[in-house]
């Protein structure tokens, strides 16, 4: 059966009161979803506000200090504005448009003499008034502007969706920046107490140097030593100071307008397991997939929009005019006209039958990508919690190797002061226990940006309550606009 023909069969239908197309958008991604995550650990608490279980107070500031300021956050509250606009725009056909029109003219008339030659003998004027009232409304007895309009709602509840999206984005951005932060100066105290182990290691070979108990070569190889530390400084001052500038963005200031001065040097520590739910929760909790259903939704009705647009248009006009006119004496009349009419696609080289194939293949499209992101989601929290196990392993790891290589540096010190090792020996054992205090470090923020991103990966509901800002400028064009309104 042709586009066409189907079309002809669904006019009856559409007459009788029939749907022409059943919306029925699916509410899950169309995979198999467990009922369990793989984990046998079991979380102590549900928390929503994921960042304050660190029980960092300055961290909490930033948070809203950032959701409050960011500028990708405020490009996606103007995207939502863009789409709720369009939204309000795809709905108003669904009432009657009426426009005022008015019009006005001035004539005159050159009287000649009879032999029709150019004398002017006199000149009279006309003046003509026309106002009028038009109003047009189309008859949407296929629902194809309600679907239209619902499609565009949907879209705006998509981009709502993509607002919290970002924002849960950014407390992650914040929390890992604000981590490297705190790592860095973390580190930089674990440089100046290494270097002030090392600069006494080296007063203790020099003074074994200038009382002849040896010769230059521990020393030389003590300085070298320190000097291989002390050069470690300037590449985490630069990380710490680029840290701050991302971190000054992150907040919507320039980085001059950031106070670096109440940084901290400690790392927090790691919250209890939190509560994973099932990932059942994952549709309710995580806006990227309210989004995709949304988007997934809209389309669903643009292809019944679409359907619609094959079936015949109902239109309804009404127009009314008042005359006024002047020529020898005033004139006034009023005249008025309604009207409808139909309108019936016969032949337009089947674009509104392909335009259905390609808002179909749109849904289809949208049905998989809502699909994938529910895999991605499941795959994340997965990582997550998989990687903090491992990371956990590999500081019990360093924290044995560290006790070992504390030891092994204490006995070669020993040995190298009996005369028995050489100071080569010392020199090893001071590098690798210093090289595993730093890796601690950086392995301590590591495990803090997992349990962030298992956080992340749960999403959360607080987003919803969210309220679009406003920057100093558009606050005091509105505070000016109401003023003037009132």
Excluded at 52 to 58: G, H, K, L, N, Y
Excluded at 191 to 217: K, W
């Amino acid at each position: 059966m042709t586009r066409l023909a189907r079309v002809w069969v669904l006019v009856p239908l559409g007459i009788g009161g029939c749907a022409l197309y059943d919306v029925q958008t699916p509410e899950q991604p169309a995979v198999s979803m467990p009922d369990a995550w793989s984990t046998s650990l079991e979380g102590t608490e549900s928390i929503d506000r994921w960042w304050t279980a660190f029980d960092d107070e300055a961290l909490d500031k930033l948070v809203e200090e950032a959701v409050r300021g960011n500028q990708s956050l405020r490009q996606a509250w103007a995207r939502m504005a863009q789409a709720s606009a369009q939204a309000g725009i795809s709905a108003a056909p669904l009432l009657p448009e009426v426009n005022l029109r008015s019009t006005q003219a001035r004539r005159s008339m050159v009287h000649y003499n009879r032999d029709d030659t150019f004398t002017v003998q006199g000149t009279h004027y006309d003046t003509s008034v026309v106002v009028g009232l038009g109003l047009s409304w189309e008859i949407d007895i296929w629902r194809r502007i309600h679907n239209t309009a619902q499609a565009a709602v949907l879209a705006a509840e998509a981009s709502r969706a993509d607002v919290e999206s970002t924002a849960l984005a950014l407390t992650g951005q914040v929390a890992d920046v604000w981590f490297t932060i705190r790592a860095q100066g973390e580190l930089l105290d674990v440089l100046g107490e290494q270097i002030r182990v090392s600069e006494a290691l080296l007063e203790s070979v020099e003074y074994r140097f200038a009382n002849g108990l040896t010769t230059s070569l521990p020393v030389l190889q003590q300085r070298q030593q320190l000097e291989a530390v002390r050069a470690r400084v300037p590449l985490v001052e630069a990380r710490l100071a680029t840290s701050l500038n991302a971190l000054a963005t992150l907040l919507g200031r320039t980085p001059q307008a950031l106070d670096a001065t109440q940084v901290q040097t400690t790392l927090p520590q790691l919250p209890p397991f939190p509560d994973l739910g099932t990932p059942a929760d994952l549709l309710l909790r995580r806006p990227d997939l309210r989004s995709r259903q949304r988007l997934l939704a809209s389309a669903d009705h643009a292809v019944a929009a679409a359907i619609a647009a094959m079936l015949p248009a109902i239109r309804f006009t009404l127009d009314a005019d008042l005359h006024y006119g002047q020529w020898g004496g005033p004139v006034l009349a009023n005249s008025a006209s309604i009207g409808g009419s139909l309108f019936q696609p016969i032949f337009d080289a089947d674009r509104r039958g392909l335009e259905v194939v390609r808002q179909e293949a749109i849904v289809q499209e949208r049905l998989a990508a809502f699909s994938q992101t529910f895999l991605t989601a499941t795959r994340e929290v997965e990582d997550a919690f998989e990687q903090e196990y491992w990371q956990q392993e590999l500081l019990a790891e360093i924290a044995l190797q560290t006790d070992i290589a504390r030891s092994q540096l204490s006995e070669a010190h020993l040995q190298y002061t009996e005369g028995v090792a050489e100071y080569l020996d010392v020199i090893s054992a001071i590098q690798t226990l210093q090289s595993l205090q730093r890796e601690d470090v950086e392995a301590r923020r590591q495990l803090l940006v997992y349990r962030a991103n298992l956080y992340l990966a749960l999403g959360g509901r607080w987003m919803e309550s969210l309220e679009q800002p406003f920057v100093e400028g558009e606050r005091s064009l509105h505070e000016v606009g109401e003023k003037e309104s009132s």
